[in-house]
């Protein structure tokens, strides 16, 4: 009996990762399904992107220093991830914006906070997902980066945070070759 309840507890402890991956490959797997068969937002607001703003040099001429990321470096590398719904930037639906992006240096600390566009948005945690990966591949790996949905704009909002930034779930979802291949089409043109 003894025996039993500890295999079960084990089983129960290991659970919650493997349904976060079986969960996430789901819905990113039946993303494509989705945009054949119906939006879940078939009219969202679309903004106006922002005239994108040159950053100025840097006086420190010292070779071996290292150069200061700031806000404004990280809004870039995000803003124009494609939404995996509709054929937009997150900036151009306010998903992301430049004043939800806060940067620590000296403490080698990213936070982006996303409002989905919908309190029922299906497709905020691939949304999460993205934002994630970019700023991985993009950023010196010192940085801890920390995604956050905004408060009070999605109904699983504690879960969301959880998952999205559960190192181990990341990179157990990462390991999926299809979900990459769905992350990496929204990023793309992010990198042109």
Excluded at 30 to 58: A, D, F, H, W
Excluded at 79 to 93: A, F, G, T, V, Y
Excluded at 103 to 124: G, I, L, N, Q, Y
């Amino acid at each position: 009996n003894r025996n039993r309840k500890k295999k079960s507890e084990t089983h129960r402890h290991r659970l919650p990762s493997r349904y976060f991956l079986c969960n996430l490959e789901l819905k990113f797997l039946r993303q494509k399904k989705i945009m054949v068969s119906g939006l879940i937002n078939e009219n969202p607001i679309v903004y106006e992107k922002s005239e994108r703003r040159v950053r100025t040099e840097s006086s420190n001429t010292d070779e071996l220093s290292r150069e200061a990321i700031d806000q404004l470096e990280v809004f870039d590398h995000i803003r124009d991830i494609k939404d995996p719904e509709h054929p937009l930037s997150l900036e151009q639906l306010r998903v992301v914006t430049e004043d939800s992006v806060e940067v620590d240096d000296e403490k080698s600390h990213v936070r982006v906070t996303f409002t989905p566009t919908m309190e029922h948005c299906s497709m905020a945690t691939l949304i999460g997902l993205c934002i994630r990966v970019k700023l991985m591949r993009s950023l010196p790996s010192r940085y801890k980066i920390d995604i956050r949905v905004a408060p009070g704009t999605h109904e699983t909002e504690a879960a969301l945070n959880k998952q999205i930034n559960d190192k181990e779930r990341v990179a157990a979802a990462l390991e999926n070759p299809n979900l990459v291949e769905v992350v990496d089409e929204c990023l793309l043109p992010s990198f042109e």
